[in-house]
Structure formats: C-alpha cells, structure tokens
C-alpha cells in the first residue's frame, strides 16, 4: 500500500510548475497528505562571490527584493482552498542551487512525493544549461513525479466528482 502523508510541488512559477501543482494537489487531495509548495530564490551571495562585482550592502537589497517578489507569488500561487482543504504550506527557500534547496527540504520535511514540472528539453538542451528536474530526480530522497509542459492530462473533470 502506498501512503502520502507529504507531497511537495516545486516551483518556478511557470507554466510547467503550474501543471505540476496540479497534480500535486489532486495526489495531496487523493491521499489527504499535506501540500508543501516550494521556490528556491537563488542565493545572489554566492553567485556573486564568483564575480566579485558587487558590495554587500547592493546584494543584501537584492536578496531582501527577491525573496519579497517569490513570496508574494508563492502565496498567490496556493489558493485558500489549498491552505483549508489541503493543510497547503508555501515554503521559501534560498540556495545556491534549486535542485539542492528542492532535495534538502524534501528530506527535512519527510516528503513522500516530490511532484515537479519540466520543460522537455532536448539532450543538447541539457548540457548547455543543465535540468532542475533532472538534478532532483537522482538525488531526491523519495519518488519524484515530473510533469512536463504540455502533459498527458490523465486526471479528467468528470472523474473528480463523486458517485453514489
């Protein structure tokens, strides 16, 4: 028997991570597991360590802007219905790497499922700019479900309503 207690949707606010969520809700909803939204907001210290183009004081308001422009679409992006039906929590992160923050909180949160949208991309594609999804999926702690943009939509309407 399969039992989710903790499903998280990684986003990037895309048109990907939106499909994404939507199935997350529907695994989340389908389990009565608790819905963990997450953004990974890039860590501009590191990055910029690498550079050294820029003083503390211009990356800390860059940092502090960043962090309040994901947290106010993060929050818009879990509806009230999510936070009553599905105990949805909208998690911020920070992280030299997506895919680290993603995989670092899966495991301390003691996520079951990690759901996370994916662009399909050719292998070309992959080796000049590397893949989130792909990064999550070898190292996540649990299973990963990716949901490419585009997707297959095999939860139908019609099959969401009850029955008698």
Known sequence: MITLKNVLVATDFGEASESALAYGREFARAFGATLHVAHVVENVFTRAAAAGEFGAA?????????????????????????????????????????????????AEAKIDLVVIGTHGRGAFSKILMGSVAERVVRTAPCPVLTVRNPEHEFIHPDALQPTR
């Open 58 to 106: 211009d990356l800390g308001g860059l940092m502090q802007d960043l962090e309040a422009a994901a947290r106010k679409q993060l929050e818009a992006a879990v509806a009230e219905d999510d936070r009553r039906e599905l105990h949805a929590r909208p998690v911020l992160l920070t992280s030299s790497s997506a895919a680290l923050g993603v995989v670092n909180y899966a």
